[in-house]
């Protein structure tokens, strides 16, 4: 649970927004166990009361940074995505969404990954993964996609959209690790994965 | 660099692949930031001058978790897959080798990420990524099946290589992250996407 103001006033809004941005960025460049309040503190330019009067702790500010990415990303993703309600456009535009989203904000993915850390430790607040919901978007997608008969695929809809979000997320993660900061080849890999999963998934009839 | 006795005798050896042995599980499980040495020293049964005679620290001692099965993993695909020499089945045996790798040790793939995790840490003594093995196998396989007609895809080798790695990587880390110790999960999702590769690599020709 917070305390204090969490963004009742337009200012205290705006307070609590950029601790958040700035926070985001932080705990993508170090990791959620090296970031310390102080480091985001420094980065913000607030003092330390600020901070703490809109986020009891560390773990409190990382979920809540989680919680508005992924509502964020949600709302968005209906509004340009699920709103077309064709199952085949609404994959692609959803590929499309993921590259563009990592390509334009470096710390958008490792959101994701900060959700994942935060889960290993003690001080979890006990949210749910970002992923989990990506997975279950994907799932909807096929599965709506498949009884409509624009996209074929054998087994489970939750698990071929677990292989389809893992292999976005492993591809953001090894050219992270093999070519650190290099776009260009997250984008052209990506985009063979696009070609991929539209080759693999688009019904031949 | 190591000092002291790094398996020059019979029972220095002994001592030194069993310490390996422990500290690949430790670090898999706690992380590399997370794990001391005295975690590994407690695990080990050993004193403390006797594992400190092997390895002079904690980035060592990862570093040599890393080379030791990074060199036995490349041995064995060296012995078991590359001797086939026709890339269609070695895609196929490397796909089911990789499966069996991680179902049969859970700490076997979690080394890729010891790797990534110490390249990112001031004290990184500097080996090579086992990620950057895996995908050059891969690429070499891919260029070799393209040459001779038995492998079909657009765009570079490497990056197709790549693709396919993040892929394997990704699904490990995204099932770890879901649905934690649930091999059959893994086992089922691996198999659909060794299935996807089939149908997307393999020449129709």
């Given amino acids: 649970m917070e305390f204090g103001d969490t963004g009742s006033t337009p200012k205290g809004a705006a307070t609590r927004n950029e601790i958040l941005r700035v926070a985001a960025d932080v705990f993508a460049s170090k990791g959620f166990e090296q970031t310390r309040m102080d480091d985001i503190i420094r980065e913000v330019g607030l003092t330390k009361g600020a901070i703490y009067f809109h986020f009891s702790s560390k773990a409190m500010l990382a979920q ?24 085949l456009e609404e994959l692609r535009s959803l590929g499309e969404f993921m590259v563009r989203t990592v390509l334009s904000d470096s710390s958008a993915w490792g959101v994701v990954h900060l959700a994942n850390q935060l889960a290993s430790t003690k001080e979890h607040p006990g949210g749910a993964s970002p992923l989990a919901a990506w997975v279950d978007l994907v799932a909807g997608i096929l599965q709506r996609g498949r009884a409509s008969g624009v996209l074929a695929f054998s087994g489970d809809p939750g698990d071929a959209a ?3 979000v893992a292999a976005f997320d492993g591809l953001k993660s090894v050219t992270d690790a093999l070519d650190p900061k290099d776009l260009d080849a997250f984008e052209r890999r990506a985009n063979l994965l696009l ?4 080759q693999q998934f688009i019904s031949s009839q």
């Fill in 162 to 164: 677990t292989v389809i």
């Fill in 64 to 87: 809540a940074v989680v919680d508005e990415q992924k509502s964020r990303w949600l709302r968005r993703v209906q509004e340009e995505i699920l709103s077309k309600n064709n199952p």
């Fill in 195 to 198: 070609q991929f999963l539209e």
